[in-house]
């Protein structure tokens, strides 16, 4: 296996997809205020910004700011993951391993991340945040998902409701500009 290195940048800018071990499970969106409620908490302890994020069933994408000098995503995290998997109930998705060893197995082990390099990245990436319910055949409108913070967007006026309609006819192609 490859060794990967993590680009820590301090008071950076992340782009992340964190993932369901079981990629069929909808946990994140049944239990979506103990996501919520994992990621609050957290943030009292280890400060952040969540710039955009979207909650689909089995992952999430989000871009986080962190505080100037602090590069550690990585506790932020392992905290978020494990309080959100002590507030599931145990019956749901226990590893046959982990029933043994006491570990829940809800997440998968890694996460994807992406250091920010510039507004054009950044703009991308939002874009891809906020069309991924569409691009996974959730919704047809990108407003239409509820866990998203598109809906922030739109009321700043930052974008339209009918947003995602011009980038999904382009079939998922480049984001479109704002």
């Given amino acids: 296996m490859p060794n990967y290195v993590r680009n820590w940048v301090p008071g950076g800018t992340y782009f992340f997809t964190v993932a369901l071990r079981d990629r069929q499970a909808d946990l994140l969106t049944r239990y979506v205020d103990a996501l919520r409620e994992a990621m609050r908490a957290t943030r009292v302890r280890y400060p952040f910004s969540i710039i955009a994020i979207v909650v689909l069933p089995d992952h999430s994408h989000c871009l986080w700011t962190l505080p100037p000098g602090d590069h550690d995503f990585a506790t932020r995290w392992k905290s978020i993951k494990s309080r959100f998997s002590r507030a599931v109930p145990r019956t749901a998705l226990a590893r046959p391993d982990g029933l043994r060893t ?13 250091t920010i390099r ?61």
């Fill in 102 to 114: 006491g570990e829940r197995g809800l997440w998968q082990r890694r996460y994807w991340e992406h």
């Fill in 118 to 178: 510039d507004e054009g990245d950044l703009a991308n990436h939002i874009d891809y945040i906020h069309i991924n319910p569409v691009k996974h055949g959730h919704v047809s409108r990108a407003a239409d998902w509820p866990h998203s913070s598109i809906h922030r967007f739109i009321a700043d006026g930052i974008v339209s409701s009918d947003w995602a309609t011009e980038i999904a006819d382009s079939a998922f192609g480049e984001p479109s500009a704002r």
